[in-house]
């Protein structure tokens, strides 16, 4: 049996079921962020879980350049999806290399993010830790990602 006979790791049962849960995962995390883009343009957001989230959503720390971040987490988002989605539909290589380390930044912006929530902002926003949630799973998610692609 040659190399090329050999099934691929990237066909693997589990290895499809983790392509799905990429797209499952930025697809929720890509929601949020339209709702908090929304939210941040409206200048309103009802918090259901926690009293904070007006006082993020207004922060000097909501926006870099004038541009919100809420709206760079959405294209952050919508990049992950559509490249798990170019990955679903022809195992593209250069989708394969930004779903298993682009969620790596992502990750480390949102420990800083949740940092100036708890520590200088003082206010929780229950959406901001729905998103800093989706974005952990998605740094682990890209974690396997990268040791499957190394057996």
Request: charged share 10%; proline share 3%; glycine share 6%.
């Amino acid at each position: 049996m040659t190399n090329s006979d050999k099934p691929s790791m990237m066909s693997s049962p589990s290895f499809n079921k983790l392509i799905y849960f990429f797209t499952g995962i930025s697809l929720i995390g890509f929601l949020d962020a339209v709702y908090l883009s929304v939210s941040h343009y409206t200048g309103h957001i009802s918090c259901s879980v926690v009293s904070g989230c007006q006082e993020v959503l207004v922060s000097q720390y909501s926006e870099i350049f004038g541009i919100p971040l809420a709206l760079l987490g959405a294209a952050y988002y919508l990049f992950i999806l559509i490249n798990s989605l170019l990955y679903i539909d022809n195992q593209n290589k250069w989708s394969k290399l930004i779903l298993s380390y682009l969620p790596i930044f992502g990750f480390v912006f949102s420990i800083y993010l949740v940092y100036l929530m708890f520590f200088v902002i003082e206010a929780l926003c229950q959406y901001c830790l729905l998103s800093a949630g989706t974005s952990t799973l998605l740094f682990i998610l890209g974690l396997i990602f990268i040791k499957k692609n190394k057996t």
